[in-house]
Each structure stands twice: as C-alpha cells, then as structure tokens.
C-alpha cells in the first residue's frame, strides 16, 4: 500500500500497516499511520444512492420553488420614475434613469440585478440592454429602494426606456 509523509508529502510504498510510528527518511517526521476501518460495498452504495436520491428530491424542491416565487408572485418589481439627459465629458448625451425597486411580497428578498432596456423609434430594442446591481442587499416587505443609473451607450436614436429584474427573465 500507499502512504504518504504527513510533513513533506514523501510518497512510500510499504507492505502492511505497522502498528508502532513510522519515520519519513527524507524529512525525520514520523507518525502513526491510521487504519482504515473496512467498509462494507453495499452499504457504501446504498449510502452513496441515499444521498443521490436526496440532491434530485431537494433540486426539484428548489426548482419548483423558484418557478413559483417567479411566476406566481413575481414579489419584486422595478419602475422608472424619471428620465433624464446629461452630456458626458465630448458631449454626447446618455440617458439618466430614475427609478424604484419594491417588494411587494411578505418576505424578504435579495434583490437581482436591474436590467435597463432602450428601443428605437420602431419599438425594436437596442442592444441587450444594460445591467447594474441593485442599490440595496436586501428589500423588506412591502419596502422601496431609489435607484439612479446613467446609460453608457449614448442616448441618439434611443425612443423608449424600460426597466426589469434580472433574476425574473425567462
Ligand atoms: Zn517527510
């Protein structure tokens, strides 16, 4: 069998297990080399089908849960309050987006990124729109969070603004 020093990690191969120290002749470390208990093959495969069985059951948990808290409650919303123009230093302008964040549901929430969306003059959405994080970690219930974010694309040929909530997309 393998073993292996516990100090430089010297690799020896050795017959059995010795019942008294072992000295590492590279290093001088010695130590007592555990035995490993025997363990029975089938219920190692029983333990190992256990614990696979538990990880479906609780992803499929997991999986309903979220569906349910986005599709049937949808707890979280996003809004524009105001929009605004402001010329960056070579003088294009970029939008400013004032908006809020609410919880409506009864408990908490971390809110997920907030995904800004601009449209041309024919509605069709430019780009993928941009993201940031959220202006607070966590939203009570029933509470309201201010956000500001100022577009880094410039603000020509931009129509309309929409705002939505990462985690929400489908
Ligand atoms: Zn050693």
Not at 61 to 75: D, F, G, I, L, N
Not at 119 to 134: A, R, W
Request: proline letters at 7%.
């Amino acid at each position: 069998m393998k073993i292996k020093c516990d100090f430089c990690k010297t690799e020896y191969t050795i017959p059995k297990i010795p019942a008294v120290p072992v000295k590492c002749a590279i290093c001088g470390h010695s130590w007592m080399i555990k035995t490993r208990a025997r363990k029975n093959p089938l219920l190692l495969f029983l333990a190992a089908l256990c614990a696979l069985i538990s990880a479906v059951i609780f992803s499929i948990v997991a999986v309903s849960t979220y569906r349910s808290h986005m599709e049937a409650k949808s707890p979280l919303a996003a809004s524009i309050v105001k929009t605004e123009l402001a010329p960056d230093g070579n003088g294009i302008n970029h939008f400013i987006v004032s908006g809020i964040i609410e919880n409506r549901s009864d408990e908490f929430y971390s809110p997920p990124n907030i995904i800004v969306l601009s449209y041309d003059e024919n509605g069709k959405q430019i780009g993928s729109g941009e993201q940031f994080t959220p202006p607070v970690p966590i939203l009570e219930s029933g509470a309201r969070a201010a956000f500001v974010y100022t577009l880094r694309a410039p603000s020509a040929g931009v129509k309309k603004i929409s705002v939505k909530l990462g985690a929400f997309e489908k």
